[in-house]
């Protein structure tokens, strides 16, 4: 595993992608080439490169594969729905529907819901409904947060130099000027600037749009209630972004979890398992506002796309669910979850680390910090960059696949034994890096 093999179809393969994609990368995630693991299959916990290299993955496709690769009976689902025909644009199909049901039975806040076909696109969209149902156009939502690539969610995201609350900050050029002004940024798990913001744009603001867990962060006890208990106060729409933790921290998601209904949420990632699908979901009369019969309506609220509904994806998702729906599932996630925080925990102090394991249930990734994290800012002032850049980089090197310093997805494939072996390597890979420092 790891190392030995030749890396000639690798750099054949990144060597190709510099002409034909910016930064040869898909997306944002890049690595240095050395690292590079350009895939060939995966098969539950594992996946192998195009050089025969195999890794325990904790990428795990960025969250959806919470069964791990190519679960048997997602191939099957997926197989059995594509050779039906693989889209229609009719108005419904009937395996989109029973997804959605699934969703409405399964979520607290969902009486009605409508898909789309990415995360960014059902926070989008739950944004617009939330505009046209209040008739308002401001957006509060967390520095640090993250909620997809389109305008309004990236503000804030990974400000170099934070701003005064509750100053905007685009995270990319190419974004309208104007819509900093539209968006307004709180510290995560700080009630009362939360309330203060919005007491001071009450008559504005149409919603507040939070990760329940933010990126690793949890939410300390009442922060949740206490933004519950504001926008409602203010006649002010809450928006959980439940596109990682929705069916992941529990089968009800971060609302079951952490016992809060927002107005809408915006669910993705485990829903499609592993396929293009996403979902806004909340309650029936904001849904109504994109009912095509109120096309003609000052407040209908448009909500649509060529592949919505994906039987395909929704067959994958539906095969996910049932997965997921059997006793004993999310204690299981749980454990692991668990066991690679304490395990970690206990290495800092083997090896005079200030180490903690953060995430909630099987999100999980480490710090290097003394003290509690609790917002953006406090985990940018105890930034670990460095460290972790070396530890992942040690990680790839050695059959661990990771996005340094990023959130690892454990899924339902991973083993104990998966966990021993990727355990064996951190300990590997904490005594290497001290013994340098
Ligand atoms: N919200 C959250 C919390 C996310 O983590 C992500 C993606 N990582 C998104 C929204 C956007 O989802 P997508 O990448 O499918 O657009």
């Not at 009450?202 to 504001?230: K, S, T």
């Not at 809060?260 to 993705?268: I, K, N």
Request: glycine share 10%.
């Amino acid at each position: 595993m790891g190392t030995g093999q030749g890396r000639e179809r690798t750099e054949a393969v990144v060597a190709r992608a510099r002409a034909a994609f910016a930064g040869g990368v898909l997306g944002t995630f890049a690595l240095p080439d050395e690292l590079a693991v350009i895939p060939a299959r995966g098969q539950g916990s594992r996946l192998w490169d195009v050089d025969g290299r195999e890794y325990i993955d904790y990428v795990m496709g960025s969250g959806p594969l919470i069964l791990g690769h190519a679960h048997p009976a997602v191939v099957a689902a997926v197989a059995a729905e594509a050779a039906k025909g693989s889209h229609f644009y009719t108005p419904m199909n009937e395996t989109a529907l029973r997804l959605a049901e699934r969703i409405v039975a399964a979520c607290p806040c969902a009486e009605s819901v409508k898909f789309v076909n990415s995360g960014a696109e059902a926070t989008f969209a739950a944004l617009r409904l939330a505009r046209g149902f209040t008739g308002r156009d401001k957006i509060l939502k967390f520095e640090g947060g993250y909620h997809g690539h389109h305008d309004y969610a990236q503000m804030s995201f990974t400000p170099q130099v934070p701003a005064e609350f509750p100053e905007a900050q685009p995270d990319s050029a190419g974004i309208p000027k104007v819509l900093a002004g539209q968006v307004l940024v709180a510290p995560f798990n700080d009630a009362d600037a939360v309330e203060k913001i919005v007491r001071g744009h009450r008559d504005d603001l149409a919603a507040v749009i939070v990760e329940p867990l933010q990126r690793e962060i949890p939410p300390q006890p009442g922060f949740l209630q206490a933004l519950r208990a504001i926008t409602t106060r203010y006649g002010i729409l809450l928006i959980f972004d439940e596109v990682v933790t929705g069916f992941r921290l529990a089968w009800g998601g971060a609302q079951e979890r952490y016992g809060v209904v927002p107005d809408l949420a915006a669910y993705g990632k485990v829903i499609g398992g592993g396929y293009p699908l996403a979902a806004v979901a909340g309650r029936r009369e904001i849904l109504a506002l994109s009912d095509p019969a109120r096309r003609r309506d000052p407040g209908y609220v448009c909500v649509t796309g060529t592949l919505n509904g994906s039987p395909v994806a929704a067959a994958a998702g539906l095969a996910t669910l049932a997965e997921l729906e059997k006793p004993g599932v999310y204690a299981a996630l749980q454990a692991k979850g668990d066991r690679m925080r304490a395990a970690v925990e206990e290495m800092g102090r083997r090896y005079g680390l200030p180490i903690r394991g953060m995430g909630e249930g099987s999100i999980f990734v480490f710090h290097v910090v003394k003290d509690e994290i609790k917002d953006y800012r406090t985990l940018q002032a105890f930034a670990d960059r460095a460290f972790h850049q070396q530890f992942g980089a040690e990680l790839i090197r050695n059959g661990i696949f990771v996005y340094p310093g990023q959130k690892n997805y454990i899924s339902l494939a991973h083993t104990d034994a998966d966990l021993d072996q990727t355990l064996q390597v951190y300990d590997a890979t904490f005594r290497k890096l001290t013994a340098k420092a």
